[in-house]
Nanobody
Framework: QLQLVESGGGLVQPGGSLRLSCAAS????????IGWFRQAPGKEREGVSC????????NYADSVKGRFTISRDNAKNTVYLQMNSLKPEDTAVYYC???????????????????WGQGTQVTVSS
C-alpha cells in the first residue's frame, strides 16, 4: 500500500517561495503518476499540477503556470512542488496524490487518484 506524506508548508509573505515535498513509502514511486491538489476554505478541491511517471511530462493549472514547478526524484521516492511568487489566493491545504498508470509520458489532474497524503497548510499573508 502506497503511503504519501507532504511537508514544507507554512506561512509566507506575498511574493515569497515555498517548496513542498511529497515523500512516498510502501512502494516504488516510478509506477505512479503524481498530482498536487489544493483546497481553500469554502472552495472545491483544485488540481494544481501533475507529473508523469519519469517526469518527462508535466501539466499546470492556469492559475499557477509560470510560478509553480513540479519535479520528482524517483530514486528518493519523492515529488516536489516549487512555488514562487506566491499570492494570497494560493492559500490552501495542499495535497499530493498518486495513481498507478501504465503509460509513461502523460499525466492529468483529472485521473482517478487512488492514494492521498494528509495535506500541508500553505498560508500566504503579510
Amino acid at each position: 500500500q502506497l503511503q504519501l506524506v507532504e511537508s514544507g508548508g507554512g506561512l509566507v509573505q506575498p511574493g515569497g517561495s515555498l517548496r513542498l515535498s511529497c515523500a512516498a513509502s510502501g512502494n516504488k514511486l516510478d509506477a505512479y503518476v503524481i498530482g498536487w491538489f489544493r483546497q481553500a476554505p469554502g472552495k472545491e478541491r483544485e488540481g494544481v499540477s501533475c507529473i508523469s511517471r519519469r517526469g518527462e511530462f508535466t501539466n499546470y493549472a492556469d492559475s499557477v503556470k509560470g510560478r509553480f514547478t513540479i519535479s520528482r526524484d524517483n530514486a528518493k521516492n519523492t515529488v516536489y512542488l516549487q512555488m514562487n511568487s506566491l499570492k494570497p489566493e494560493d492559500t490552501a491545504v495542499y495535497y499530493c496524490a498518486a495513481v498507478p498508470f501504465i503509460y509513461q509520458s502523460i499525466c492529468s489532474t483529472s485521473f482517478d487518484y487512488h492514494y492521498w497524503g494528509q495535506g500541508t497548510q500553505v498560508t500566504v499573508s503579510s
